[in-house]
């Protein structure tokens, strides 16, 4: 949907170890995001960019890292693993290729269900 | 803070019948609204973005209205499908950022 490929798709990893999930868009929007949807708290911002290696922290940032050296490419870092990072992990996009104005539609990925033994 | 409400969570209704779903939130000073289904095992769809300026919104079957001074919008669904079952989210953007916060949906199941 709207140009956006998560990987991997699904992952199980154990506890400790380093993650790094990928976000690419094809669309050239300026905005990217990062959430997690959990049963019982819905959809949660953990980062997201606002441009090439511009970024802030949403809801529940620790233990995550992002990074941004491409418009296309926004990379979710989990530095050491834990079992409370098991969730399902949506990128998502906004602003057009213009730059956009904080009105614009968010567009969704297809997820990550990432478990961690 | 901005917290969304979406009442039902949950809600069964049989096929052909039009049908409304609610959201509500707490700080009416939002940029937009945004209306998303989510299919089981599946990523986000937006259906319906409403301006604060605008007042609603359609799409094929679906329209959505928008009262910022009530903090409410509603998803009104015509001439319901089998189809049409999913999980719907509304959600807003924090005031002055892109960040978004969502409401945790109403499922909905459309019995043929």
């Known amino acids: 949907d709207a140009g956006i490929t998560q990987s991997p798709r699904h992952k199980v990893t154990e506890t400790g170890t380093p993650v790094t999930l990928r976000c690419h868009q094809t669309?050239?929007?300026?905005?990217m995001y990062w959430y997690r949807q959990d049963p019982g708290h819905g959809l949660r911002l953990i980062h997201y960019?606002?441009?090439?290696?511009?970024?802030d922290k949403g809801e529940v940032s620790d233990g995550y890292s992002v990074s941004r050296s491409k418009t296309e490419d926004f990379l979710l870092t989990l530095e050491s693993a834990t079992s409370s990072q098991t969730s399902v992990y949506f990128c998502?996009?906004?602003?057009?290729?213009?730059?956009?104005?904080?009105?614009?539609?968010?567009?969704f990925g297809p997820g990550t269900r990432l478990t961690v033994l | 803070k901005q917290e969304v409400t979406q009442i039902p969570a949950a809600l069964s209704v049989p096929e052909g019948e039009n049908l409304v779903l609610n959201c509500s939130f707490t700080?009416?000073?939002?940029?937009?609204l945004q209306w998303f289904r989510q299919d089981p095992g599946k990523g986000l769809t937006s259906l319906l973005l409403?301006?604060?300026?605008?007042r609603e919104q359609t799409s094929g079957r679906l329209n959505a209205s928008l009262d910022k001074s009530s903090g409410r919008s509603t998803l009104y669904i015509a001439a319901s499908q089998p189809g049409d079952s999913a999980t719907y989210l509304c959600?807003?953007?924090?005031?002055?950022?892109?960040?978004?916060?969502f409401g945790q949906g109403t499922r909905l199941t459309i019995n043929p």
């Open positions: 700080d009416s000073a939002i940029y937009n």
């Open positions: 960019s606002y441009g090439v290696k511009d970024t």
């Open positions: 669309e050239n929007h300026r905005y």
């Open positions: 409403i301006q604060s300026s605008q």
């Open positions: 959600a807003v953007p924090i005031q002055g950022a892109q960040k978004l916060v």
């Open positions: 998502a996009i906004s602003g057009g290729s213009s730059g956009g104005a904080p009105d614009n539609e968010q567009f």
